[in-house]
């Protein structure tokens, strides 16, 4: 065979620079994208924080013909609405209000009696348990001695409060050269369990409760008798309710129930409530949604309008410097130019892929879960035109701010299971029926995954006991089994 040379006709898709930056771009989040924004800007000497942002883009409706959004710096015939920003550009009559009238969402400025810091700041201030119970003991006065053998029993409780570990574990943890012996470390025990929140330091849930009903006056109705019932008693009273365990103490039930009601309303992990807010996660929103004069309207929140742009001393210097130094600066402002491109390109896709989830799911910011409908990656691109990666990559790790709070875009997206009268509804529409039902069931006799199938199947959704055991589970409900309630 001899070498020749041969000519063929194809297609292909080459991944530019550009492009690339502009698929990576459009899927990083909006912590993300600040960082890349910030190793941009100190690399590119082009490129500059500005004080307006980067993508004036401006308020939308959510149905055709109410108005189009227009690029800042040019003009033309559609119509012009005002700039919307995360605090200070949305319309005061916009209506923050679910639909049946309780207020969703309240809008804070700086100057705010509400404004206690930024969301980063709450989380550096918020403290622990361990936090709290050692400056408790930083004001009682109490020895050095007993104060070191105090703090050895606070670093043991955990974030419920309790206590697991035994006082010879805990002396041994103090070292042999301390010498401290059990009733010693009972006694800084016994200090400690008198700080707040009561109930602290117990080593079972018996202790925890008794605790709890040692401050209470002693005419609290039913102290005396929750306090027997907290010696082990309780632990029979799911099995044979409170009849049956009036039965067994030979008490009258009316007794036993006051007694029942009161343990009920006591606290079974202390300490939680002290570390709750240190779990909290804080979320910037990259859309807002709201409502005007009746129509649903979206923007891009200040985080996604970027305050970056071309620095203008150095781009009049290109005319003025040596070729070398202007082949320089012109190869940076050319990467600005490519990056501010993709930035806008990434908010109108965000914008694009936003108003079809607004139209296609306005029911369901107007009435809650139960109007969630159907809906997936293929019809959202098929409407606005995209690919279904690029759609996903838009809403990945992005949140809307709606009047039903900040929630994320992925979430107005629902899987669907067709109904009897030749429709679909959505599994989250699904789940929140499920939660209804158990909600209004009778505590005694809770409904069975069964019984709740054959109660959806009745209002025209067929679904398996199966399928309603996964969205139960998916919800955090227990069983039928575990929500009995006697009493």
């Known amino acids: 065979m001899k070498p020749r040379l041969q000519t063929s006709l194809g297609q292909h898709l080459v991944m530019t620079p550009q492009l690339q930056q502009a698929i990576r771009l459009l899927q990083m989040s909006a912590v993300e994208l600040e960082a890349e924004l910030v190793n941009a800007v100190e690399s590119n000497p082009l490129l500059d924080w500005t004080e307006t942002p980067a993508l004036a883009t401006h308020d939308e409706p959510a149905s055709p013909g109410d108005g189009e959004r227009r690029d800042d710096g040019r003009q033309d015939d559609r119509h012009d609405t005002d700039g919307v920003g995360m605090d200070t550009a949305i319309p005061p009559e916009a209506d923050w209000s679910g639909s049946d009238g309780d207020t969703w969402y309240q809008r804070v400025g700086p100057g705010d009696p509400g404004d206690e810091g930024s969301a980063a700041e709450q989380v550096a201030e918020t403290e622990t348990l361990h936090d709290h119970l050692l400056w408790q003991l930083h004001l009682s006065p109490l020895s050095p001695r007993d104060r070191q053998i105090a703090v050895a029993l606070i670093e043991s409780i955990d974030d419920n ?13 103090l070292g042999t050269d301390f010498h401290a012996g059990c009733e010693e470390i009972n006694t800084a025990l016994c200090q400690i369990q008198r700080f707040d929140p009561v109930g602290v330091g117990a080593r079972d849930l018996a202790e925890c409760l008794r605790l709890q009903l040692q ?3 002693d005419d609290t109705p039913g102290k005396a008798l929750a306090c027997k019932l907290a010696n082990g008693v309780l632990e029979r009273l799911p099995k044979v309710g409170v009849a049956g365990l009036a039965a ?4 009258d039930p009316a007794q036993v129930d006051t007694a029942v009601q009161l343990l009920r309303s006591l606290d079974p992990r202390p300490g939680a409530q002290i570390g709750a807010i240190s779990t909290d996660t804080y979320v910037a929103p990259d859309v807002v949604i709201w409502r005007q004069h009746g129509v649903w309207r979206v923007a891009l929140s200040d985080s996604m309008r970027p305050r970056v742009g071309i620095h203008r001393g150095y781009e009049g210097m290109i005319r003025h410097a040596s070729a ?4 320089y600066l012109k190869g940076h402002l050319q990467e600005a130019r490519w990056l501010l491109k993709s930035l806008e390109a990434r908010g109108d896709t965000l914008l694009k892929v936003t108003r079809c989830l607004l139209s296609q799911q306005a029911g369901f910011l107007e009435f809650g879960d139960s109007a969630l409908r159907p809906l997936t990656l293929r019809e959202v691109a098929a409407e606005v035109g995209l ?9 990945a790790r992005k949140y809307a701010r709606t009047p039903r709070g900040t929630i994320p875009l992925r ?41 709740l199938a054959e109660s959806l199947k009745s209002t025209g959704i067929p679904v398996a006991r199966r399928t309603v055991a996964k969205y139960r589970e998916a919800m955090g409900i227990a069983s039928s089994q575990d929500r009995v309630r006697m009493g």
């Open 161 to 173: 409060g309790y206590l697991h570990e035994s006082l010879e574990s805990i002396a041994a943890t």
């Open 215 to 217: 401050p209470l006056p």
């Open 248 to 251: 067994e103490m030979k008490l």
């Open 324 to 327: 070398s130094d202007a082949s």
């Open 387 to 395: 690919h279904e990666s690029t759609v996903s990559r838009a809403i």
């Open 411 to 451: 979430g107005f997206f629902a899987s669907g299971i067709d109904t009897g009268g030749g429709g679909e509804a959505s599994s989250t529409a699904i789940q929140s029926m499920i939660r209804q039902l158990i909600d209004a069931e009778n505590p005694r006799k809770p409904l069975s995954d069964a019984r």
